[in-house]
């Protein structure tokens, strides 16, 4: 018998797992679909199949994805969890038998079992595979239209070590650019950079030394360089096994940023010192006039992490805004200057793919207008970098948004040409929409909103593929 999950913040409301799997063929829409809207919509979160084991947090979910094929006015939706060996075990086991983030909270009959990981993060189409993503382990592989789970993808068993679960697409080469950290094992300074052709081969494979064991969820990416950011959220094996968080606040060791120019190698990498912060998502980064100037969402220190002795984070400083960075390349220089682009909490950025790592006008995110910030979004904002307007849809009090996702009008639409997928939380009815916005007219509010008669549980990312 399934045992009760226990009462704690992530396992409430909207966090609360969905438990089941379904699908709808035809599901009611309000509103009208764009007849040239011809994609499925992935989405990727955190669901799990057990209460937990030890400390819960949201990151260790078993993934589940959510599909949405918008097709002909029309939308179908099917959700499944992704079979992980963590999945299948502790469904033969009837409950949980991993810790969340502490190895040392592991059940001793999984001691010695490799996994592949929880899937629970991202969710990309690339190289004609549906890759479902999470950091510590390598790529786990779906099929895009029964979501049935195929197993770890490890590129033709080229790829050792873990995967981003935020790689980079090269809008001229087709080229899937990522690297993973803890590259050499749990706890571990080296980090991996990898490079897959537009037909899904690995091509290069790199590794290198960070200046310390961090949590690296995401990088940067332009034409010419890459950027790696190493924040002082730290990980340490000692701390785990005394007890202590694995990882951690830390910001006397400060932010580390590694620029690596793309026709060079990691033994080229530079690194910048500057203040502590932290960055889950950067929205796009460009070169212009000798410089990178990146457009991320900062924060002040950590949120969902402790400090190192134990005390929770500052909730004031544990909200992200978006920040540009200007990196100056010059060979005089080590500076990094910042400055925040908007006073309103956000989260989640997204842009306009075609455009990624190339000067860009338009970028999207989740906003909250409430003072106290946090992680209820509950805007979905578009943000001219050109001109700094903001076009914000704001949702009815006790409805959250999550990440909007850029689709193009057509392949060769100008930039922001097209629409906005989302999928919205409608708090008073307790279920959720697949909300469709113009995306030059995002204040206008949904063109359609597809009603699911359930909830789709607040997760993380996801992407798109055409129809065929």
Known sequence: MAAPYPDHPQLRGNFAPLR?????NDVIVEGEIPKDLDVSYYRNGPDPQFAPRGHHHWFAGD??????????????????????????????AGKSLFGALNPMENDPSVANLETDGVANTNVVWHGDKLLALEEGHAPFQLDPDSLASHGAWTFDNKLQGPMTAHPKMDPKTGEMLFFGYMADGPFSETISYQVVNAAG?????????APFTSMMHDFITTEN????????????????????????WEPDKGTHIGVMPRSGSVADIRWYETDPCFVFHPMNAYEQDGKIVAHVMQFEEAPLFPHVDGSKPDAAKANARLCEWVIDLAPNSNGIAARYLEEMTGEFPRLDERFSGLEYQHGYYGGATSKDGGLGFNAVVHHNLSSGAV????????????EPVFVPRTLDAPEGDGYLLSVLYRGNENRSDLAVFDAQNVADGPMACAQLPHRVPFGFHGNWRYNK
């Open 225 to 248: 360089y890459v950027i790696f950011p190493v924040f002082p959220l730290t990980g340490s094996l000692d701390r785990a096994m005394q007890g202590q968080p694995a990882f951690a």
């Open 20 to 24: 089941m799997e379904c699908d709808l």
């Open 63 to 92: 993934g589940m994805l959510h599909m949405f094929k918008v097709q002909d006015g029309r939308v179908g939706y099917r959700n499944r969890w992704a079979r992980t060996k963590k999945f299948e075990v502790e469904r033969d």
């Open 391 to 402: 076009d914000m849809h704001e949702l009815p009090e006790g409805d959250f948004t999550g």
């Open 201 to 209: 081969e690995l091509t290069l494979s790199e590794r290198f030394e």
